[in-house]
C-alpha cells in the first residue's frame, strides 16, 4: 500500500426498532501490522445507504498565486467601539477560514464580546471577563480559543471570510472599545484533486 494512503470502512449497526441507542463505542484493533495507523473520521448517519464525503479542502485548493508566487495572509484591523460590521476583501476563489485577534481597551464582562457573519449567523461569543490589554484569539485554522496564550471558553463558532466581501459584525460590552485583526489566507483551486 501506498505511503500515507487511507482505506475508508462502512459498517451496519443493526438495532431493534423500538429500542433507543443510548450510546456506542468503538475499539480499534490492529493486530500484526507496522508503522503508523491514523483513524481520523466517524460518521454516524441514520438509514441503510452510504453517502458521500468530502475530501479535506488541503486535497482541492491551493494558496491564491499572484505572478506564480503565493500571496501572503492578509490583514485587517480597526478599532470597534459598542458594535460594528467589518468587511474583509477575500479575492480568493472559496471561503477560508478566519483567524480573529480582538485587544480590549477597557475591561469586559464576561459574555459582553461577541462576533458574527452578515447578518448575525454563524455566531460566536467569548464567555470569560477581560482585561484591558487582554489578547483574545480565536483561531478558524488551529480551531483555537485563547486568552493570553491559553485555551479560554467559548460558545459558538470559529469564523471564516467568504469569497470576495465578507461581512463580520462585532459587538462589545456598551461604550467600550477594542482594537481587531483579522487574518486570513486567500485561496484558489488547483490542489492534487481538481
Request: charged content about 25%.
Amino acid at each position: 500500500m501506498a505511503k500515507n494512503s487511507f482505506i475508508r470502512f462502512a459498517e451496519t449497526l443493526m438495532i431493534k426498532k423500538e429500542m433507543r441507542v443510548v450510546s456506542i463505542t468503538v475499539r480499534l484493533m490492529i493486530t500484526d501490522c507496522t508503522g503508523t495507523i491514523y483513524f481520523t473520521d466517524l460518521q454516524l448517519q441514520d438509514g441503510d445507504q452510504l453517502t458521500g464525503y468530502t475530501v479535506h479542502t488541503s486535497k482541492m485548493l491551493k494558496k491564491m498565486q499572484e505572478n506564480g508566487q503565493p500571496v501572503p495572509p492578509r490583514h485587517y484591523n480597526g478599532v470597534v467601539r459598542t458594535a460594528e460590521t467589518v468587511v474583509l476583501f477575500n479575492l480568493g476563489k472559496t471561503s477560508v477560514g478566519l483567524d480573529c485577534y480582538i485587544y480590549p481597551i477597557q475591561d469586559m464582562a464576561a459574555g459582553s464580546i461577541e462576533m458574527s457573519q452578515g447578518m448575525g449567523a454563524h455566531k460566536v461569543k467569548f464567555l470569560d471577563p477581560v482585561n484591558a490589554g487582554d489578547e483574545l484569539t480565536l483561531k478558524a485554522s488551529t480551531r483555537q480559543c485563547l486568552k493570553n496564550g491559553s485555551q479560554t471558553p467559548k460558545d459558538g463558532f470559529y469564523q471564516y471570510s467568504a469569497a470576495w466581501d465578507s461581512k463580520h459584525m462585532v459587538k462589545l460590552e456598551e461604550r467600550k472599545s477594542a482594537r481587531v485583526l483579522f487574518e486570513f489566507q486567500e485561496m484558489q483551486e488547483g490542489g492534487d484533486r481538481l
